[in-house]
């Protein structure tokens, strides 16, 4: 069995590739094709996006999930990494029958997690908040960012990482999984818990994230109920923005060395 060779990096909210920037190049010098496709429509610098949010407040689950499966279906069963928002996506491609192997950083919940802790609800608060919001993209102020992303971290050191790589994201998105827990039947973000077949997943969880705390990995970690495949979670000392932070290069080798030794070979789904 040969290890895979293709590591695909799935982004989260308010964030577009450019967020995995250091790892696209820490990975491609180890010798790896790497991929951090956008969202439909994000195809852009941050900088436009920022001018113009509009392909973000258009965006839905499943355009995203659509695009991404797009992106992950030709290739050479890839590890698969998502950050935040990305790793939902990211379990979402593994309950599909995607990837060798998957690791997600402070992840956001797959519908069923119920654990909203304080320091989440004020994160997400100045979004949800104005109902105007569901209908358009939503940023983050510097002080916003701050307290979710880089909570800990000086200012002189968060302010360039807002400026480089903060975008808005969907509001209606961001409500909708709000409610996921609350409506009837399996909503966007659903994925089944005891899918024996799913390729092992880490969850690797900021010890001092506010936007997605330890609290709402663990809930996540243990709604996997399948023994016949590998589900673990570490912990690293941070807040929420890991790819970017200082030590990011200890939890990209540490994703990489867990991917690559629970790796396994999947047959390539067919459409």
Known sequence: MSAPDTIVLIHGFWMTPRSWENWVAYYEAKGFKVVAPAYPG???????????????????????VDHLESVVKPLDN??????SAGGVFTQILLDKGYGASAVVLNSAPTE???VAPLSQLRSTFPILKNPANRHRAAGFTFE????????GVDE????????RYAVPASGGILLESVLA???????DTWVDYHNDDRAPLLFISGTTDHIMPPSVQQSNFKHYKSDKTVTEITEFEGP???PALEGWEKIADRALEWALANARTNQKVEA
């Open 42 to 64: 994000l195809e852009v610098e941050v900088e436009a996006l920022n001018e113009d949010p509009t392909p973000i407040a258009e965006l839905t689950v499943h355009k995203i």
């Open 78 to 83: 890839p590890i698969i990494m998502g950050h």
């Open 112 to 114: 069923g997690v119920k």
């Open 144 to 151: 916003q960012f701050m307290y979710s992303f880089t909570n």
């Open 156 to 163: 002189d050191i968060a302010r360039p990482l807002y400026e």
């Open 181 to 187: 827990n609350i409506k009837p039947g399996h909503q």
């Open 240 to 242: 929420h923005f890991m």
